[in-house]
């Protein structure tokens, strides 16, 4: 299945800001079937107070920590298809 989703925001620019969440977030929580009250403040805006946005570095998988495997494959010309 394929979705399109519009919504046209003339004095945004391109990005991934608040105005554009704020239109997805119904769309997604009515196709997901997801809770949409609970993102919404007691006025029925849709909020993201509370939320934490991590860092880059913080949801990588891989790190100096936890090393990436050696039979990892790190190109697609590298696959054996």
Same mark, same amino acid.
């Given at each position: 299945? !394929?979705?399109? !989703?519009? &919504?046209?925001?003339?004095?945004?620019?391109?990005?991934?800001?608040?105005?554009?969440?704020?239109?997805?977030?119904? !769309?997604?929580?009515?196709?997901?079937?997801?809770?949409?009250?609970?993102?919404?403040? $007691?006025?029925?805006?849709? =909020?993201? $107070?509370?939320? =934490?946005?991590?860092?880059?570095?913080?949801?990588? &998988? !891989?790190?100096?920590?936890?090393?990436?495997?050696?039979?990892?494959?790190?190109?697609? $010309?590298?696959?054996?298809?």
């Amino acid at each position: 299945m !394929f979705i399109i !989703f519009y &919504v046209h925001l003339p004095n945004d620019k391109h990005g991934c800001e608040l105005s554009k969440r704020k239109a997805v977030y119904p !769309f997604l929580a009515k196709h997901l079937k997801l809770n949409l009250k609970a993102i919404q403040d $007691e006025n029925g805006e849709i =909020t993201e $107070e509370g939320i =934490t946005i991590e860092s880059y570095e913080q949801m990588k &998988v !891989f790190s100096a920590k936890n090393k990436l495997p050696g039979y990892a494959v790190l190109k697609n $010309e590298d696959v054996k298809w």
